[in-house]
């Protein structure tokens, strides 16, 4: 079967840098996804990895090996905004995207 | 403002009932998708369209259906609702579907509840 794991809940500090890990087990890999969902809101587009190595955008950056079939997502300078689900997602050998079930992310002051 | 446009935001349905959530997008994007998310679970994929005119079956496609008339629109409709049903449906679309498709665009929910 296909899998994507990442832990339920995190919990960091306002200023701080947490890292949100990713695996997975797919029948195939044309690229991973990241997503940053607000409670009660749609899921928006955070950034895309299909080679290895890593991504950075800004504040976010995100990794990826798929030797490991792992993948990171990196944030710094937290902001109380940041506080939202992140979702990771797989594109397969079908190109059909397998989701992960989310991070929360709980920003503390 | 350009994206995806969905209706109702909420509704609550009596089992059995028949229900139609509508999908409307801007973009021009050939591809569509609905997906219902539940707790603890990731988006799941019901129902797609590649580009206006074809569909296809998704992770759970069972007791939906959807049609793909022209490019904007991509209405889900649930013929006879189960209580099973009950979950938060987005719709979402990409430039292309298959190998082209890429970052999907959501729309901002329909959150049903099945009685």
């Known amino acids: 079967g296909q899998n994507i794991d990442q832990p339920t809940e995190m919990t960091a500090t306002e200023g701080a840098i947490v890292q949100i890990n990713c695996t997975y087990q797919?029948?195939?890999?044309?690229?991973l996804f990241w997503y940053q969902q607000h409670a009660g809101e749609a899921p928006t587009f955070l950034s895309y990895n299909v080679l290895d190595g890593l991504e950075e955008k800004g504040r976010f950056s995100s990794f990826l090996s798929r030797s490991k079939g792992y993948s990171y997502l990196l944030l710094k300078e937290l902001q109380m905004k940041d506080s939202a689900s992140y979702l990771c997602?797989?594109?397969?050998?079908?190109?059909?995207?397998?989701w992960g079930a989310g991070t929360k992310l709980i920003i503390k002051p | 403002i350009a994206g995806i446009t969905q209706a109702p935001t909420s509704q609550i349905l009596a089992a059995g009932r028949r229900m139609t959530l509508r999908c409307t997008q801007d973009?021009?994007?050939?591809?569509m998708y609905w997906y219902r998310q539940d707790l603890g679970l990731g988006l799941r994929l019901i129902h797609y369209s590649n580009t206006a005119g074809t569909t296809g079956k998704g992770e759970v496609p069972d007791g939906y259906s959807v049609s793909r008339a022209n490019t904007d629109d991509f209405p889900l409709t649930l013929a006879s609702a189960v209580p099973s049903q009950t979950s938060v449906y987005f719709c979402?679309?990409?430039?292309?579907?298959?190998?082209?498709?890429?970052?999907?665009?959501f729309g901002a929910g329909s959150r049903l509840t099945v009685l």
């Open positions: 979402a679309s990409s430039e292309g579907g298959g190998a082209g498709a890429n970052v999907l665009t």
């Open positions: 797919t029948s195939g890999f044309n690229g």
């Open positions: 973009m021009r994007h050939n591809a």
């Open positions: 997602a797989v594109r397969d050998s079908n190109y059909q995207l397998i």
